[in-house]
């Protein structure tokens, strides 16, 4: 019985090991299964978020600045993305007032709405990369919410990881000859984040967001 249970178990981490590496010789399935684990790790942070009616509203009026904030934008590239008056500044804004669990959320119906008012769509792996996830990462600006600037910083730096990523693997083929994906897909995501991220810092360090913060959690607007 024993000798069973041996080559049973060796069967299964052979299976396992061959599973592995064919995974890590396709990167779309690598780049899946992180953003799968990326999203459902925001989503169980999520699910312990009480929403209340006043939280609501202003997450509503939040996406609604914010998607008024992008459609007035200062540049759009061909292959999506866009250098925008600070449309990532009110997701910000509400992370840094209610936390991360509640900037994730925000940020993945930001995403939503993004998807819907500039769709560029190659592979439904390079949607969830260049759409919610790194709407989602705006939240990250919560763990950060007294160290407003370097929150931000953060947030958008990973935001950035996760368009630079879907053109490394998605956008490789639009590279001129010569350039290599990754110098590609940094000139263009960098551009274009680093203008809009700059913006957004600017605007974060220049607004009192303590006082916004109470104000919001008073519901108060003015």
Known sequence: MTFFKLKLFQVKVF????????????????????????????????KKVKITTKMTTQIGIALALSAVLQIFRLYHFPQGGSVTLGSMVPILIIALVYGPEVGFLTGFLHGMITLFLDPYILHPIQLLFDYPLPSMALGLAGYFRYKKILGTIVAIFVKFLFHFTSGLVFFGSFAPSGMSPAIYSLVVNGSFMLTDGLICVFLIAILPIKMLSRNIKNGVYR
Not at 23 to 40: F, N, R, W
């Open 15 to 46: 299976s396992l090991a061959t599973n592995s590496a064919e995974i890590l010789k396709h990167p779309t399935s690598i780049i899946t299964l992180i953003g799968v684990l990326i999203l459902i790790f925001a989503f169980i942070k999520i």
